[in-house]
């Protein structure tokens, strides 16, 4: 069995290998399709964090609207990453899903957040580039705005990562896993803070409610000050928009939907 013969097929060889393909890649390509057909969900733990990790950083990181238009780095990304699994990790509100070889092909991650939690500052720690100082920006003014423009609620479920691998997207898993998520108790509502377009309309779809629309022209690189710039408008090197999308999305926006247990 160990001795392997090479040749170049003729004619003549054309039953014996259409027969081979029919045996053996026909069922193998039938199984990887049923493979991918196959989706579980369950409850992320903490000993998920690594392959979390590794699955963000693989596509989230790659293929999340702000991080592609900045480039950003796994080095520049891993405080946050890691800061929100710190968070999330140790309670049940963060959602996997798998395919039927196992692997991890989505996942929503989600906090609890509360009035009384400390400050939300410096999500990407103190990064070089200015450009994903702005990323920065975004996250802490959408974040501070949540209890301003919630004044009567207390405790919200924050979704704070949604990313589904590229060839399982459209599929629904999205929602699915927003689904799953549990309801802890003194849950007034769900916020979230969607930086891609696709993840808006996907929120607006569910009966999410706009609270808040921050565009990406207000920040710009000069003198460190914002500067309302229009999206599309030419800039000059003093002058220079940070974030320019690759596709639809236009700004960061914060949803939010009050929690009915019925």
């Known amino acids: 069995m160990d001795i392997l013969e090479y040749s170049i097929a003729t004619e003549d060889n054309r039953k014996e290998i259409r027969a081979f393909l029919m045996k053996h890649f026909l069922k193998e390509e039938t199984m990887n399709v049923n493979n991918m057909d196959i989706l579980e969900y369950s409850i992320a733990t903490e000993d998920n964090r690594k392959e979390i990790r590794a699955f963000l950083m693989k596509h989230f990181l790659k293929e999340e609207t702000m991080n592609v238009a900045t480039a950003i780095t796994e080095e520049e990304f891993a405080p946050f990453a890691d800061k929100v699994l710190d968070l999330a990790l140790p309670t049940p509100f963060t959602v996997l899903c798998r395919n039927g ?3 991890l092909v989505g996942v929503a991650v989600s906090t609890i ?3 009384d939690d400390p400050e ?3 999500p990407l ?3 070089q580039r200015q450009e994903i100082a702005a990323i920065g920006a975004i996250c802490e003014d959408i974040h501070h705005s949540i209890w301003q423009l919630l004044p009567e ?3 919200v479920l924050e979704l704070d990562l949604l990313s ?3 060839k ?3 599929r629904g898993i999205a929602g699915k896993m927003l689904d799953i998520r549990k309801s802890p108790e003194s849950l007034k509502g769900f916020v979230c803070q969607a930086s891609s377009y696709a993840n808006q309309m996907l929120l607006k779809k569910r009966g999410h409610q706009e609270l808040k629309d921050l ?3 207000h920040f710009v690189d000069k003198d460190n000050e914002l500067k309302d710039v229009p999206f599309s408008h030419f800039v000059d090197k003093d002058n220079v928009q940070l974030i320019k999308p690759q596709d639809e999305t236009r700004s960061v926006k914060l949803f939010w939907k009050a929690y009915d247990p019925q």
Request: proline share 8%; hydrophobic share 30%.
């Open 215 to 217: 565009p990406f022209s």
């Open 168 to 170: 399982y997207q459209r």
């Open 164 to 166: 589904v691998a590229t």
């Open 125 to 127: 720690g103190s990064p």
């Open 153 to 155: 609620v207390t405790t």
């Open 120 to 122: 939300f500052v410096d």
């Open 101 to 103: 070889f196992g692997n």
């Open 113 to 115: 957040y509360r009035r």
